[in-house]
């Protein structure tokens, strides 16, 4: 298999949960060699035993050493690793690396290089910056909260999508791979500093285009792509299901409405936002009389812009995603392939996600870390290591 497009990329991975992991996985897909620095001792993971983490997908890709960081010898030796990393994550409330002896400034010391990501919810500033918080809280005090759920309704929090993988993980990926693109044409690193609340709120920016043109004037659930509109909006079907609607473009809706069967005497412009909610209830009753698959059966391969609401088993074995294999199997173990696709230079899943230690010893070793002194750092019990 060929490699990925950051094959020869070394980057350090000090564990965290969520987006920092989530992004390390991104570029282990691309190809870059991610060594994750997991901490010593864990026996329980969530008050499970650790050999779930075996299952824990967004650690994919990487080998990992358990390492006990508040040892001077445990922080010494992930300073030498650094020394030959191209980029470093870590995802500490802003302070702890530094007091950890792994800031910045002591790994810049050491690599002049080096791209060194910081992941955190609030930033590395600011009144926030060192309270505790979740992905819920982030999009909130973004703005991209606001904007979800239905009229007349509470927000509805996306799951942790917008803020921690959308807002955060992706965007300290994107950072550290114009960090890398630098680093080649200056040799000097420098510090991404990825806040969740920085990326969900840059997610609003075409929302917020939309409202400077006039174009989102509604509370939340009343505008174009929000379920205010009714050929924008997931309706149930006579089994129960769904189906997502989404046609937006003249052609699109007209042919939504020939398939459907809606009448079309006296029907409504499509944009006369006056007519919007009687309109969603003629759909609703309509979608309401047959099941969802009758409804795919009828309307695949048009473009009525209508597809079924699948779960994530189901989202496995649609067709679609079948001839594409945007799902694979590792070890057992269905999961997202990786993406984006390259032409030339593929990603793939190098390896399934490791315990706490599994395949450190040969990546110590790969990273230049000399076998007398990882035997005495296992034995002192500062690393663990297999």
């Given amino acids: 298999m060929m490699a990925g497009p950051l094959e020869g990329v070394r980057v350090l991975e000090i564990a965290g949960i969520g987006p920092a992991p989530f992004a390390a996985m991104m570029l282990a897909d691309a190809g870059a060699e991610v060594l994750r620095i997991d901490r010593l001792g864990t026996e329980t993971w969530w008050g499970v035993d650790r ?47 530094e007091r950890l002896g792994l800031g910045p400034e002591r790994c810049f010391e050491r690599n002049p290089g080096l791209v060194y990501g910081r992941m955190t919810g609030w930033g590395q500033e600011g009144p926030y910056a060192r309270v505790a918080g979740h992905d819920i809280n982030y999009i909130a005090l973004s703005g991209a909260l606001d904007l979800i759920g239905r009229a007349g309704d509470a927000p509805v929090p996306p799951v942790n999508l917008v803020g921690d993988f959308g807002g955060g993980a992706m965007f300290l990926a994107f950072g550290m791979v114009c960090g890398f693109l630098e680093q080649r044409r200056s040799g000097l690193g420098q510090v991404v ?31 174009l792509i929000d379920t205010g509109a009714p050929f924008y909006e997931v309706y149930e079907t006579a089994d ?29 412009l499509q944009m006369d936002a006056a007519h919007w909610p009687a309109m969603k209830q003629r759909f609703a009753a309509i979608f309401a009389t047959r099941t969802r698959d009758e409804w795919c059966r009828l309307l695949d391969g048009t473009d009525a812009c209508v597809t079924p609401v699948l779960s994530m088993q189901e989202a496995t074995e649609h067709p679609h995603n079948v001839e594409r294999s945007t799902f694979i199997e ?54 663990e290591a297999r």
Avoid: C
């Avoid at 129960?240 to 409504?268: D, K, M, N, Q």
């Fill in 51 to 97: 050999e779930v983490l075996r299952r824990d997908l967004v650690n994919r890709g990487r080998r990992s050493v358990a390492v006990d960081l508040k040892e001077p010898a445990g922080a010494e030796m992930v300073l030498k690793l650094a020394s030959s990393a191209h980029g470093l994550i870590e995802g500490f409330r802003p302070g702890v690396a």
């Fill in 193 to 223: 500093d990825a806040a969740m609340v920085d990326g969900s709120a840059v997610l609003t920016t075409f929302i917020r285009g939309m409202k400077e043109m006039g174009l989102w004037q509604g509370e939340r659930g009343q505008n």
């Fill in 240 to 268: 129960g299901s769904y189906v997502a609607v989404g046609a937006i473009e003249p052609e699109f809706y007209a042919e939504l409405v020939r398939l459907a069967g809606v009448s079309t005497e006296e029907l409504p």
């Fill in 330 to 383: 590792v070890d057992g173990v269905s999961q997202p392939a990786p993406a984006p696709r390259f032409s030339r230079t593929p990603g793939a899943v190098q390896m399934p996600p490791p315990v706490p230690g599994e395949g450190g010893l040969r990546a110590l070793e790969d990273w230049g870390i000399g076998s007398d002194e990882i035997a005495m750092l296992a034995e002192s019990g500062v690393i």
